[in-house]
């Protein structure tokens, strides 16, 4: 009876393969986690986008309401504040201040509105109301750009991050 002795090279390779093979199981595992991490990275990203834009339209269409009509109804007012309710979530503080002006402004011009309907109010107060909510509608039409500049950090898609 002969034993057959293998050479000492293959004995190393039957030695070391198990773990040699472990160690490229467990590298593309984490190349896989970590793709897996990247692209859930990018899925947050595209959904805070699109939850970020949808209040920035909402802040548009509010601004577009004043601009086209002069008035702003309370189905405009109220789909604004709907819109926006949770920006706080969503948004920087400096943009869910400036969503808040907005939101005050837009509350003063539907009093200045309201109180205009009032016939029983003379002359002199109906034309100080007009002069008060022709000042805010001015307002809201110098906001087109300030808006812009308000909401571009946390829309703009070549610098977005995930932590904005």
Same mark, same amino acid.
């Given at each position: 009876?002969?034993?057959?002795?293998?050479?000492?090279?293959?004995?190393w390779?039957?030695?070391?393969?198990i773990?040699?093979?472990?160690?490229?199981?467990?590298?593309a /595992?984490? +190349?896989?986690?970590?793709?897996?991490?990247? %692209?859930?990275?990018?899925?947050?990203?595209?959904?805070? +986008?699109?939850?970020?834009?949808?209040?920035?339209?909402?802040?548009?269409?509010? %601004?577009?309401?004043?601009?086209?009509?002069?008035?702003? /109804?309370?189905?405009? +007012?109220?789909?604004?504040?709907?819109?926006?309710?949770?920006?706080?979530f969503?948004?920087?503080?400096?943009?869910?201040?400036?969503?808040?002006?907005?939101?005050?402004?837009a509350?003063? %011009?539907?009093?200045?509105?309201?109180?205009?309907?009032?016939?029983?109010?003379?002359?002199?107060?109906?034309?100080?109301?007009?002069?008060?909510?022709?000042?805010?509608?001015?307002?809201?039409?110098?906001?087109?750009?300030? %808006?812009?500049?308000?909401?571009?950090? /946390?829309?703009?898609?070549?610098?977005?991050?995930?932590?904005?």
């Amino acid at each position: 009876m002969s034993t057959y002795v293998l050479p000492e090279w293959v004995l190393w390779i039957q030695a070391l393969g198990i773990p040699a093979c472990g160690i490229v199981v467990a590298l593309a /595992s984490v +190349y896989i986690a970590w793709q897996q991490k990247r %692209l859930a990275d990018l899925k947050l990203q595209n959904d805070l +986008y699109d939850r970020r834009l949808k209040i920035f339209e909402a802040a548009k269409a509010l %601004l577009v309401a004043v601009q086209t009509s002069g008035t702003l /109804s309370i189905d405009d +007012y109220f789909v604004f504040v709907r819109s926006t309710a949770n920006a706080v979530f969503l948004l920087k503080p400096d943009v869910v201040e400036y969503l808040s002006t907005l939101r005050d402004h837009a509350t003063r %011009l539907r009093l200045f509105q309201n109180q205009l309907k009032d016939d029983r109010k003379d002359q002199a107060a109906r034309g100080e109301l007009a002069d008060k909510a022709a000042e805010v509608e001015l307002w809201f039409n110098n906001q087109f750009d300030v %808006l812009i500049e308000r909401f571009k950090p /946390s829309l703009r898609l070549d610098l977005h991050s995930v932590n904005d």
